[in-house]
């Protein structure tokens, strides 16, 4: 970032509205905002409920629901989120029947899924989908159509988080307490999984497989040690993803590199930095604490 | 004779084909002051969370208040034995004694105003209300104890649950905690899982001991037969300075 503050004021400002003036440039802005607020509501409950890797497993699984959206001429979003509903539902058994087993089934549906969308995608007869182009997505692509079905999906996800805010709460501090208060604990963990493969899925075309894990991991991992109630953990991360998905889309369109994975290594400098932050802060605190008893 | 509101009769458990618990009888008054007590693997958490409705026996019927554990759910108050998970989860203490109040209806899962009154006076019931806004994992294991109480406390629970309630508690504190206890005793029943017999003060009126099978004993004393039959080879029983009524007294010296 330190030469792009070096530039002179003047020509950033007219760089950054000779950029907005591009549609696709400002589409990119809106996907990268839509995808932040969802990140950050969804990614908060992943990273708390320590299903990270189940979440990793449902995104990769989505591919052989685009392969098969393509072998069998089905529109995309029909496909790819049926495919993935039904691995979250796989995921959803396993997890809640066969616990200690749980891990390795996920690693199977995961690889699976994968293999099987490059299969199909091989055997679908003429044009073939550059698989890259999901890996990375193509957030500078995005069509207002997507934008419009995102915009849905989030306040899709936020009016179900907000309905059920306490539900999620005591579930992901304590499910075993959650259940004997009545909370609904496997009802919300299967839509909680389905909410994770409806967002993947739509997240996936615009910002590729490897930023979706990462919005979701990243932000809200940082976001974790600073805040004090998983509102503001939600709030803090979807902001965090804002600021690093602008912040690398600018910087990946000044320095002409791939959007996504430019995206990705700042939300890393992001963490880098709070981790440092977050240590000074422990060993002031570690101080403070110190003092106090002294004094007493 | 008080009321019996929880009755087990020849309960038996096995978890992956090693039996757990061999017909297993307890009953419970209202208004009892019971600890479990047994060696590590006895069972007694096993027979805690049977009561609770979390685990189903094998064999046996399991009643409280007259009915399944499953449909009396909500009015039993538990606290677990592991305070201290989650402890980087971003929550408040009041946030987590709120939980306690959870799912009255069905609907929305908002805070009424009468949730947050219950909550507040759980907390100050316990003298905790001062930490209410502090972030769960910076709490000593003596104040985490006191809020998992209060969660357990907040929906008005007719009997209490303790798993392994001493353990995050420190010597000193552990007398105020009696307190407190026995205080909560006068409205509430009190079934109190242990596997250190330091749990037993005045304030307990009756122990069972618990190692596959189950003896009861109807007064808060240990006698050596119940130990030796519980834990399967001679313990000693040692008493520490505070004057407990742990051990019996010999006849010669009972007065009371």
Known sequence: MGSLIGCSADTRTSEMIEALQLEFMRNALVAGILVSLVCGVIGTLVVVNRIVFLAGGIAHAAYGGIGLAFFMGWPYVAGTTGFSLLAAGAMAAVTLKAKHRADAMVGVI??????AGVILLDLTPGYNVDLMSYLFGSILAVPVSDLWQMGLIGIGVIAIVTWYYNDFLAMSYDDEFARLRKVPVTFLYCLLLGMIAVTVVMIIRV?????????LTIPPFIAEKFTGSLRAMMVVSSALSCMFT???????????????????????????????????????????????QSSE | MAEIIIDVQGVWFAFNGHPVLQDVDLKVERGDFLVVIGPNGGGKTTLLKLMLGLLEPNRGTLSVFGRSPRKAVHRMGYVPQNVHINKTFPVSVLDVVLMGRLRTSSGWSRHSRQDRLAAQAALERLGVWALRDRRIGDLSGGQLQRVFIARALVSGPEVLFLDEAMASIDAQSRGDFYEALAELNQTVTIVAVSHDMMILSSHVKSVACVNRDLHYHGSGEITQEMLDAAYRCPVDLVAHGIPHRVLCRHEDQRDD
């Open chain 1, 207 to 215: 910002v590729g497989l490897i930023l979706v894990i990462a919005l």
């Open chain 1, 110 to 115: 995961w690889a699976v899924g994968m293999a």
């Open chain 1, 246 to 292: 602008l912040s690398g889309l600018w910087l990946s369109y000044s320095l002409n590199l791939t959007s996504g994975a430019t995206i990705i290594l700042v939300a890393a400098g992001g963490f880098v930095l709070s981790a440092f932050w977050g240590r000074l802060r422990a060993m002031r605190g570690f101080g403070m604490i110190r003092g106090t």
